[in-house]
């Protein structure tokens, strides 16, 4: 059974810093790993997809990767903004199409 | 629509009643999820379609739960004889699926949310 999880659970940092989130998975078959952004009251929006095949996605100050042998994905943030508060999840998409989630980190970046 | 629409945003009950809740796709979009979130948690998968195949249910936390998907476009979410613990978000998800026509595979197919139905069952 495909287990994710996700370190830390919350994350406070002052604005302008580098962080990185962690993603880990228990069954390397996998298709894809994606990571989302909830914020408070709202739907997911997805930030990232890398295919297994792949290594690394970025998206502006974004940047994640993935080591499937291992089992890991990291999401890179560059110059934090207060504006990139919000809970970030990884989720991982099986060869059934079944996608699974972690718990998420929630992050806060103040001022 | 532009997006995944949920309704009704916000559902309030009473114990044993029955609740239906329904998830537009996206237009074209073939694989449809349904996730339940409660209070600070992550997202605990519930059932999973694709296509004209047979749905994943596997995350359906009891026979009390059930879903359909009608034409290959709009689900319903039903829970019977609803229970406190039932109280949660429950987000509906769609993307253009796994498996594409001619028995092809794509990877790279974007998940898109809807804002969820709130239920709070007293």
């Known amino acids: 059974k495909q287990e994710v999880t996700q370190i830390p659970a919350a994350l406070s940092v002052p604005e302008g810093e580098n962080l990185v989130l962690n993603c880990s998975f228990t069954?390397?078959?996998?298709?894809?790993l994606q990571w989302f952004r909830q914020d408070p009251g709202k739907g997911l929006t997805s930030l990232l997809l890398i295919q297994s095949s792949q290594r690394e996605q970025t998206s502006g100050r974004l940047n994640a990767s993935l080591d499937k042998s291992s089992g890991r994905s990291t999401l890179y943030i560059a110059a934090s903004q207060p504006g990139d508060s919000a809970t970030y999840l990884c989720a991982v998409l099986s060869n059934t199409g079944k996608l699974i989630f972690g718990q998420g980190t929630t992050l806060q970046v103040k001022p | 629509g532009a997006g995944v629409s949920q309704s009704p945003s916000n559902k309030v009950t009473e114990k044993g009643k029955d609740v239906e809740l329904r998830c537009d796709p996206i237009?074209?979009?073939?694989?449809l999820y349904w996730y339940r979130q409660s209070l600070g948690q992550g997202l605990e998968f519930l059932i999973y379609?694709?296509?004209?195949?047979?749905?994943?249910k596997s995350g359906l936390p009891s026979d009390r739960f059930s879903a359909e998907r009608t034409g290959g476009s709009v689900s319903t979410l039903t829970i019977q004889r609803t229970q406190q613990e039932d109280s949660a978000v429950y987000l509906c998800?769609?993307?253009?699926?796994?498996?594409?026509?001619?028995?092809?595979?794509?990877?790279?197919?974007?998940?898109?949310f809807g804002s969820g139905t709130q239920l709070s069952v007293l």
């Open positions: 998800a769609s993307s253009l699926g796994l498996f594409t026509g001619g028995g092809r595979i794509s990877t790279n197919e974007k998940l898109f």
């Open positions: 069954d390397s078959a996998i298709y894809n």
């Open positions: 237009s074209g979009h073939t694989a």
């Open positions: 379609f694709q296509g004209n195949s047979a749905p994943d």
